[in-house]
């Protein structure tokens, strides 16, 4: 009987430690298990939509890196576009394709106006799905 109340103690002792150093340090328990508390992105595709026949942004799609960010939470993604074509256009919206994403700011804001040479950086701040666990991201620029 005493070893059966000792192994009980045991147990409840043990549970009220792993709860403590969840509660204060929750790094340290995914670290324990071997759980990340950032969620990665392993490829980011950008497409672009155009109203022209060619691109004049360089590929319709290009294949740009991966990220990582704290799980659960907004991150912003940076990238650049140049202009290659004569004349004038405007970029008229960015969108992330993947369901559940929401782009929450755009800067610069849009619609956008750009030419040929002009190098832009855009930086989008989006908003993942809950539950979101990783895998490629897709980014549809939209320009006329």
């Given at each position: 009987?005493?070893?059966?109340?000792?192994v009980?103690?045991?147990?409840?002792?043990?549970?009220?430690?792993?709860a403590?150093?969840?509660?204060?340090?929750?790094?340290?328990?995914?670290?324990?298990?071997?759980?990340?508390?950032?969620?990665?992105?392993?490829?980011?595709?950008?497409?672009?939509?155009?109203?022209?026949?060619?691109?004049?942004?360089?590929?319709?799609?290009?294949?740009?890196?991966?990220?990582?960010?704290a799980?659960?939470?907004?991150?912003?993604?940076?990238?650049?576009?140049?202009?290659?074509?004569?004349?004038r256009?405007?970029?008229?919206?960015?969108?992330?394709?993947?369901?559940?994403?929401a782009?929450?700011?755009?800067?610069?804001?849009?619609?956008?106006?750009?030419?040929?040479g002009?190098?832009?950086?855009?930086?989008?701040?989006?908003?993942?799905?809950?539950?979101?666990?990783?895998?490629?991201?897709?980014?549809?620029?939209?320009?006329?």
């Open positions: 009987m005493k070893a059966a109340s000792f009980v103690l045991f147990l409840i002792v043990a549970a009220a430690a792993i403590i150093v969840y509660l204060y340090s929750p790094s340290t328990i995914y670290g324990f298990l071997g759980i990340s508390d950032n969620t990665s992105i392993s490829g980011v595709s950008l497409e672009i939509n155009s109203a022209r026949q060619t691109s004049c942004f360089g590929s319709v799609v290009q294949a740009l890196p991966g990220f990582s960010f799980s659960g939470s907004m991150f912003n993604y940076s990238f650049n576009l140049t202009d290659s074509c004569p004349g256009r405007n970029i008229t919206s960015i969108l992330v394709l993947n369901p559940g994403f782009i929450r700011s755009v800067n610069p804001q849009l619609p956008y106006e750009t030419f040929n002009n190098r832009v950086p855009f930086t989008v701040q989006v908003q993942p799905p809950s539950g979101f666990h990783g895998g490629v991201m897709s980014i549809q620029v939209n320009a006329t």
